[in-house]
């Protein structure tokens, strides 16, 4: 399954000639990840092709990449693709279990790469006494401080903008790449930065000498215009014309495949026709666009401290402060979601209260 296909660090645009990845990887979400119209996501699956077919004893990446080079120009793209990709990545690749992130064994690059993302997503990043310096002048807020959390750990919760600049900036932006490299989703574009504030959780840990702060959970929170609501599992029904209209749009991008293609369906009951978000949880939404003032396109906490409430703090302050003087709340429909699968599914159950919405985030400009 294309699914399995994931990025790693041999095709990140530093890298000019990735020794086991094509770079078109790099720009191309997984399936399922609503971030692109179908063509982009097609392409990307394509990608395997150019990978050589060479048996594992191959080793020199460069005549590696050569062969695929010539091998993609010569054969038809579909077909076998999914075959190599596995055949070849049994030798080279490895996936790590803590972070989920594939890389090439036995490259330095790839393994010092690595190394750190993986200790950033399990762990956290650094909220050093340099941050913390420049936070009063960058106009970082403690929204909340000396927040306990069941572990007995103490930490606050801090906001700012995203376009901060100097050392906060700098961190901000690893802190970003590591999120977008967890959840497998495409950068945050400028535009929806610009109307988003930070907020971080910073999980204090008493030193012998000083006390030193870790970013152990994300939420970008965004001003938005519109999203859709959740249908309640009563609303699915199991009807044939469902199930085959699931499998055909389910890869389309939301917004745009709104009303029309499946509203013919004849099958489907006077209710407007519902729109399938993801379909291996099952969530569909009602395709009308609704006033919703906040959306958060990303939420991020580093796997060890999951499970503590983090994520719910934050969202929860992000709503209580987002617009100043008024207080958003999630069961009244006033908070979306543009990733509704993995970690953020469970958040949109619980936290959410069955009231959050899904939006795409760049169609709220
Ligand atoms: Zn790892």
């Known amino acids: 399954m294309p699914a399995e296909i994931k990025r790693t660090y041999s095709t990140r645009a530093a890298k000019p000639a990735p020794p086991s990845s094509p770079p078109s990887e790099?720009?191309?979400?997984?399936?399922?990840?609503?971030?692109?119209?179908?063509?982009?996501?097609l392409t990307g699956t394509n990608t395997p092709s150019k990978k050589p077919r060479r048996a594992p004893g191959a080793t020199a990446s460069k005549s590696k990449s050569k062969a695929g080079?010539?091998?993609?120009?010569?054969?038809?793209?579909?077909?076998?693709?999914?075959?190599?990709?596995?055949?070849?990545?049994t030798p080279t690749l490895r996936t790590c279990p803590l972070c989920d992130l594939s890389y090439t064994r036995g490259a330095p690059d790839d393994e010092a790469l690595h190394k750190a993302h993986c200790a950033r997503v399990q762990r956290g990043l650094e909220w050093g006494r340099e941050e913390q310096r420049e936070a009063e002048k960058?106009?970082?807020?403690?929204?909340?401080?000396?927040?306990?959390?069941?572990?007995?750990?103490?930490?606050?919760?801090?906001?700012?903008?995203?376009?901060?600049?100097?050392?906060?900036?700098?961190?901000?932006?690893?802190?970003?790449?590591?999120?977008?490299?967890?959840?497998?989703?495409?950068?945050?574009?400028?535009?929806?930065?610009?109307?988003?504030?930070?907020?971080?959780?910073?999980l204090s840990t008493p030193g012998a000498s000083t006390t030193r702060e870790k970013i152990v959970g994300c939420v970008?929170?965004?001003?938005?215009?519109?999203?859709?609501?959740?249908?309640?599992?009563?609303?699915?029904?199991?009807?044939?014309?469902?199930?085959?209209?699931q499998e055909s749009t389910t890869t389309a991008s939301l917004p745009s495949s709104q009303s029309e293609p499946l509203s013919a369906s004849p099958a489907s009951s006077p209710a407007p026709a519902l729109l399938p978000v993801d379909s291996a949880s099952n969530l569909y939404v009602h395709p009308a666009p609704l006033s919703t003032p906040l959306g958060i396109p990303r939420l991020f906490v580093s796997s060890a401290h999951r499970r503590l409430g983090i994520a719910s703090r934050l969202l929860s302050v992000a709503a209580q402060t987002f617009i100043l003087g008024c207080p958003l709340d999630p069961a009244k429909g006033e908070v979306a979601f543009?990733?509704?699968?993995?970690?953020?599914?469970?958040?949109?159950?619980?936290?959410?209260?069955?009231?959050?919405?899904?939006?795409?985030?760049e169609q709220n400009m």
């Open 26 to 41: 790099l720009t191309s979400p997984p399936p399922l990840k609503r971030k692109r119209p179908l063509a982009d996501r």
């Open 69 to 89: 080079d010539s091998s993609a120009a010569t054969k038809p793209k579909q077909g076998k693709l999914t075959q190599l990709h596995f055949s070849l990545d």
């Open 138 to 202: 960058a106009g970082v807020e403690e929204l909340e401080s000396s927040v306990k959390l069941p572990n007995g750990a103490r930490g606050r919760i801090v906001c700012f903008r995203p376009d901060v600049g100097g050392k906060i900036g700098a961190k901000l932006a690893i802190l970003l790449d590591t999120i977008r490299l967890a959840l497998s989703s495409p950068p945050l574009s400028p535009a929806v930065l610009q109307r988003s504030k930070i907020y971080l959780f910073l």
């Open 220 to 245: 970008v929170a965004q001003r938005i215009s519109t999203a859709m609501a959740i249908a309640n599992p009563a609303e699915l029904s199991p009807s044939s014309s469902q199930t085959s209209s």
């Open 338 to 361: 543009t990733q509704p699968t993995g970690a953020g599914k469970a958040v949109l159950e619980t936290w959410g209260r069955g009231g959050v919405r899904i939006y795409e985030e």
